[in-house]
């Protein structure tokens, strides 16, 4: 990898859309494979491990490395599904370029909003590819209006369609006024432009330049002049505003018939920014790796994937942690799709895998001989609402379990894992469904640890209704010494979320202030596990009276007495059984609000408000509360509901009381032996 700088690239966009199919297009058309694979058949370069190829689609970032007239480049394929799309989160914010690829059906073109938005929260320049545009019935102006309200910088469209009946078979470059036609699995060949379209060739022309003078001001007078511009003056506005993310070049074709694809490379080659530009961005100065990913790989262990920037590395290189820790790469790693091969040093911009630097995380910036300058990447946690409880089905299996689940969670920080003190039960949480599937996949395929799944049980409380007084005595006689402990409780329910109060009336010495303390255990003894089978909440005990024996009395049998008194005074005091009810927020494409807020009141939930996204096109905010009983299957329900789009947020709110049918079912089932 010596000689030139690396410049990168991220294929970005929905599901479906075909950005894979593209990668693979670009690697067979700049040479770097021998022949095009296919998703549909589980040959292509990227997705080649067995969850991707079971789906058909990416659950992982894929990266890949290709040439073009003397030009290197990366290239990061993101997944496009939510469940997934976090895995390359933090190397889109360290691409120098992304494609955003999207279909050419403008129905569809609210799927793309979410990327769209997300590239300019973090200033990353950005091209639109349509692809699949043999399959377009519309004209590629009605997919541009329908985009252009989700996007702040104007689409330009540097081509026009040329077609033949209903088909696309060719394209007009804007720029250059060519036109091409289409061959499949050749490159396009120049025609004339016909005499019927050059009127829309000339307009379309026409306002691409206006686009552009936009943001030039020299080129504003040529055009108020009649002036034709030069092709240098077009190119460099062209290369010039794509870089600063002023506008967003929108191009075509078709990645599986290798329609377009030419035409792509050629803008990323001229149109791309310098990885120096890049660095620039994200504030580095100096040589340095910022780190995308961390990847444990069977063959090669731990590897930190980094992209290089403001200097070479070489195998055995020194490196330094932004607290000055030093390490030393112990093995750098090109990176082609899955397969990984070891190299003697790296150039800047490309992206590598280093070894044996166990300290460093996904996020963290690296300098490399010198202390790193610049602020490393973080991106925030997705909404990880979808949890299951997990357990070695083996129990020699559960330190490795833990292991595993580590080594997960450290691959994909959208994932993470958790002991629920309550419960005592191993949580898993993800994105959603699908998204823990897979990583209970990779769970047994990659470290052969088999777990038993269910859902996580919900934290039932209960309380009481009335104010009861109960004695509780524990007498005990068997030779020696015996065991005699005699309490009094007046127990009153408290207001929601008031907690529990242990207080002491005792008067008259009835029982020695040493064997208090031990009744107040007895009490919290008993509200563990009250008689409907759940923790107590929201009650005051406050003994009142009692006696003790000068012998037989102790802790023990004060701790019984005070258990005692409280399991029976609960079960006299109308215990009545609560569910944690959570805080939701939905976030909808607006086709599908009215589905939502079915959904919302299918699962006992209430209605709080609807408010429109701001600064979204068509977009809502639903927000309700729900018991999280509902939440289960949630997540799969509302994106089934709007094409995958639709997402939502939870935090407990309160507890609730539920009602007598409904408890009765619960209680039963939880009594019910396993």
């Known amino acids: 990898m010596s000689g030139i700088d690396t410049r990168s690239i991220a294929l970005i966009g929905p599901a479906g859309a075909g950005k894979t199919s593209l990668a693979e297009a670009i690697l067979f058309t700049t040479g770097t494979i021998p022949r095009q694979g296919s998703v549909e058949a589980g040959t292509s370069s990227g997705d080649a491990t067995p969850e991707a190829r079971e789906r058909g689609s990416s659950t992982e970032m894929n990266i890949m490395h290709f040439e073009w007239m003397g030009d290197r480049f990366s290239l990061v394929d993101a997944p496009g599904s939510p469940s997934f799309a976090e895995d390359a989160a933090i190397a889109l914010n360290a691409v120098d370029l992304a494609i955003v690829v999207v279909d050419p059906d403008p129905a569809r073109a609210v799927l793309a909003e979410p990327v769209l938005r997300k590239l300019e929260r973090a200033g990353v320049p950005h091209a639109l590819f349509v692809n699949k545009i043999e399959q377009a019935r519309g004209t590629i ?11 702040s910088a104007a689409l330009v469209a540097r081509q026009i369609p040329l077609r033949s009946g209903e088909h696309i078979d060719g394209f007009v470059d804007l720029a250059l006024e060519r036109a ?22 000339s307009a379309a022309r026409f306002h691409m330049l206006e686009q552009l003078a936009d943001h030039d001001d020299i080129l504003l007078e040529q055009l108020l002049s009649d002036e034709q511009p030069s092709l240098q003056t077009i190119f460099a506005d062209l290369a010039q505003e794509t870089a600063s993310g002023l506008i967003v070049p929108v191009l075509f074709g078709s990645a599986a018939n290798g329609f377009g694809i030419r035409r792509l490379l050629k803008m990323l080659r001229h149109d791309t920014p310098s990885a ?64 990984t091969s070891k190299i003697a040093s790296a150039q800047p911009g490309a992206i590598v895998g280093i070894a044996k630097v166990d300290s460093v995380r996904a996020g963290d910036l690296v300098g490399i001989a010198c202390k790193p300058t610049g602020p490393g990447l973080t991106v925030d946690r997705p909404a990880t609402n979808c949890a299951l409880a997990i357990a070695a089905k083996d129990h020699k299996d559960e330190v490795r379990l833990s292991t ?33 599937n897979v990583a209970l996949g990779r769970l047994k395929r990659r470290y052969g640890v088999a777990v038993s799944v269910q859902s996580p049980s919900i934290a039932y409380k209960e309380s009481v209704r009335k104010t009861v007084t109960q004695r509780g005595r524990h007498k005990k006689q068997s030779g020696g010494h ?44 008993a509200l563990t596990k009250g008689p409907l089978g759940f923790p107590v909440v929201d009650i ?67 209605m709080l408000r609807m408010t429109t996204r701001e600064g979204w096109s068509g977009w809502d905010i639903i927000e309700a509360l729900i018991p999280e009983a509902g939440l289960q299957g949630l997540e799969a329900e509302i994106r089934s509901m709007s094409q995958g789009m639709a997402h939502f947020d939870a935090h407990f709110d309160h507890l609730a009381e539920v009602t007598p049918k409904l408890a009765s079912s619960i209680v039963q089932r939880v009594k019910e032996p396993a």
């Open 482 to 525: 015996g065991q005699f402990g005699d309490v009094v409780l007046e127990v009153r329910p408290l207001e929601r979320g008031e907690g529990v109060r242990f207080e002491e009336r005792i008067t008259g010495g009835a029982i020695p202030k040493q064997w208090i303390p031990a009744v107040e255990k007895g009490v919290h003894d």
């Open 276 to 339: 120096a530009q890049t660095a620039q961005r994200l504030r580095i100065d100096g040589a340095a790796a910022q780190v995308l990913k961390i990847s444990h790989a069977a063959t090669v262990g731990r590897l930190a994937i980094a992209r290089l920037f403001g200097g070479q590395m070489a195998d055995g290189a020194e490196l330094q942690d932004s607290a000055g820790q030093s390490m030393r790469a112990g093995g750098i790693f090109a990176i082609q799709g899955s397969a």
């Open 404 to 436: 595993a689940l580590n080594r997960l969670a450290e691959e994909d920080h959208a994932l993470h894992w958790a002991q629920d003190e309550a419960s005592r039960e191993t949580l898993l949480h993800g994105v959603s469904d699908e998204h823990l």
């Open 180 to 201: 091409y036609h289409y061959e499949a699995g050749k490159p396009s060949h120049p025609i004339p432009i016909a005499d019927d379209i050059k009127s829309e060739e």
């Open 141 to 151: 102006q009605d997919l541009l209006t329908a985009l252009a309200p989700m996007s």
């Open 540 to 606: 005051a005990a406050t003994l009142i009276d009692g006696s003790f024996h000068s012998v037989d009395s102790s802790e023990l049998a004060f701790r019984t007495a005070g258990r005692i008194a409280m399991a029976d005074a609960l079960a006299a005091a109308s215990p009545y059984l609560l569910e944690p009810v959570a805080h939701v927020t939905i976030v909808t494409p607006g086709g599908a609000t009215s589905r939502m807020t079915s959904a919302v009141a299918s699962r006992r939930g209430q």
